[in-house]
């Protein structure tokens, strides 16, 4: 009778991890055998709520920010979940939060917590991103969705630096100069394979070699040529436009380049066509000075600063908030040329 005993003995200790374990996740909806460290935790915080810096998200607001402030960029994401758990069809997948004890910009406290709503987190749409954005943002992504919005950051980094790079495309500048004032020199590249009319205009507005502009058009009798021209449109933290005063040297109105529109609006520095409507291209032209997601799909992207942003900058700070085609000052493209 001793076997059987001593038996079950040994057969209740082989067991007893199994019934442990069968024991803990009946008690632990969701355990899966072990404890997660206090950084892979966190790390799995910071994926499911994807905070960037120096980033402000688009969206649709769902609770207002000055009424509700966080001490961390964690405490905003956790009360975009409370929001989003109690607002099944229009809650909160976005938040944007001010973690600068100076503020965040136009009376913007810290620690407002601006809760969101987009229809695709993992492609959310950006208000402005860079070092002069003080606000840290952040979407609630599952671990797919993560997942993708990581694989598409990437496929687009590559593509903005393949741009940028390219040899076949062209280098072009601006030498600035403010109130009689030289500022400096702005250095753009141009897309020809997104944008190649927007692109191709650009750039040999930018040289003066297609001649004299013929009667009929703007700018007849002068050159194909922005020397001389200056920023006639400024609005603050927006747009610095120029090219009145000449024509496309397509001879008036060209059309979008498809791939231009595709491209968004999403940054600082860009070279956007100024239009008004479909296909009604010139010769003007907007320098962003933050990003303007409200211009994706109608405007024509085809080219970027790669150097002289702080001459953009002091364009942008002669912007008159009352009337924004009288600037407070007067900027003018004493010269422009190619590079390469």
Not at 84 to 100: D, I, K
Not at 191 to 216: H, I, Q, S, W
Request: net charge neutral; proline share 4%.
């Amino acid at each position: 009778m001793g076997l059987p005993v001593r038996a079950s003995w040994f057969t209740l200790i082989a067991l007893l991890p199994v019934l442990v374990q069968g024991y803990r996740e009946d008690a632990l909806p969701g355990w899966k055998g072990e404890v997660p460290s206090a950084s892979s935790a966190q790390d799995e915080r910071t994926k499911t709520c994807a905070p960037e810096k120096h980033t402000e998200y688009w969206g649709d607001l769902v609770k207002w920010g000055a009424e509700h402030k966080q001490m961390t960029w964690d405490n905003c994401c956790e009360a975009c979940e409370l929001h989003a758990a109690s607002n099944l069809e229009r809650g909160c997948n976005t938040w944007v939060w001010c973690g600068e004890e100076g503020g965040c910009g136009d009376q913007r406290l810290f620690g407002e917590c601006w809760l969101k709503h987009q229809n695709d987190p993992s492609n959310p749409t950006v208000q402005s991103r860079g070092e002069n954005t003080k606000w840290t943002s952040g979407v609630m992504l599952t671990a797919s969705q993560a997942k993708q919005k990581s694989l598409r950051t990437m496929q687009e980094e590559e593509a903005s630096l393949r741009r940028r790079t390219s040899k076949f495309n062209p280098r072009v500048f601006f030498d600035i100069e403010i109130n009689g004032k030289a500022m400096g020199r702005i250095e753009f590249v141009l897309y020809m394979d997104e944008a190649p009319r927007a692109a191709e205009n650009f750039r040999a507005l930018c040289t003066g070699e297609k001649g004299t502009v013929p009667p009929g058009h703007e700018g007849a009798g002068g050159l194909y040529h922005f020397k001389g021209k200056h920023f006639y449109r400024i609005i603050d933290q927006f747009i610095d436009q120029a090219g009145a005063g000449t024509d496309s040297v397509f001879g008036g109105r060209f059309k979008d380049d498809p791939g231009g529109l595709k491209l968004k609006h999403d940054r600082k520095g860009l070279l956007s066509m100024a239009n008004s409507g479909p296909d009604t291209n010139t010769s003007h032209f907007s320098i962003l000075c933050s990003a303007a997601p409200h211009l994706n799909g109608h405007y024509t992207v085809f080219g970027e600063v790669v150097s002289g942003m702080e001459v953009v900058d002091a364009i942008n700070k002669l912007a008159n908030k009352e009337r924004d085609t009288f600037p407070l000052g007067r900027a003018i493209i004493v010269n422009s040329g190619q590079l390469s």
